[in-house]
């Protein structure tokens, strides 16, 4: 880690901003919330999104005596583009698992969708264990096919981008139509301005094609990690989402039967952003039978 965090009173509720060098030497970008002495919980985002997704969870996490680390992905929000379109989900773990490894104490993984299946395969697969304890976000190691088409089919509109942020919004409310319309301002963090005056998500669109054409190949293999995880687990889903199922569920539960399963009825697939006071309320209930 370069650039030690300095613990102060404020620094739970103002999160300050470091790099990190990940696989090939990529510069990935770490959000620091709360006082760098207390007990880690390292935040790791859904495909397309980005570090600022968990910034309500860690700020009150941090509140309560928790230091939270969220980090943007290689080729998402601040963190750099792979030169050479490295995208599989090793190469994310890998960054990943590098990440926890150089702290002091293992931390406790929370990820959402594809953050979450970095956990399973970088606890699964690892000789020592690397995580004090994961919290799956509405993920499973195998998932409904319909439900993350969805997703992409969605990242892939607009390739030519947006003209405004009142646009973008426009097409989140589209896309999303039991959330209130989004504060176009808060988009800023999700999209980036471009020389011809057009908005565009900030993350590579190489992402789109490297992700998506290989993810199903690893779901034998993330079944496998599964079945190795030991530490506690407790899954979190979206009632209403349509990427984990009863059936996902119910398969995950069997390989990983130590682990909590609870559901958050009125939640799709975006647990975090849908009902982030609940996310929240749970994580820190799940929280609570750790030291810290």
Known sequence: MESPIVSSPRSA???????????????????HYGPADAPPLLFAHGFG??????????????????????????????SQWAPDGAYQLE?????LSAIARSLPEKPILIGASM???????????????????????????????????????????????FDSLEHAADEVARYLPHRERKDPERLRSQLRPHADGRWRWHWDPR??????????????RLQAAATKVEIPVLLLSGGRSDVVSEHTIREFMQLVPH?????????????????????TREISRFLQRFDH
């Open 259 to 279: 682990a909590e399963h609870v559901c958050i009825d009125d939640a799709t697939h975006m647990v975090v952003g849908d009902r982030n006071d609940v996310f």
């Open 207 to 220: 992402l789109l094609e490297r992700v998506a054409a290989q993810a199903e190949s690893y779901i034998p």
């Open 13 to 31: 509720i103002v999160p300050q901003v470091q790099s990190h060098r990940g696989r090939g030497d990529l510069s990935l970008a770490i959000e």
């Open 91 to 95: 190469h994310f773990a890998e960054d």
């Open 115 to 161: 953050g979450g299946l970095l956990g399973l395969l970088i606890e699964g697969e690892s000789v020592a264990s690397v995580f004090r304890a994961m919290v799956l976000v509405d993920v499973t190691p195998r998932w409904e096919t319909a439900g993350v088409g969805k997703i992409l089919s969605f990242m892939a509109q607009h390739p030519e981008g």
């Open 49 to 78: 999104q980005n570090r600022h997704a968990w910034r309500g969870t860690a700020s009150q996490l941090a509140l309560e005596g928790w230091h939270g680390l969220a980090i943007d992905g290689r080729g998402h929000g601040d």
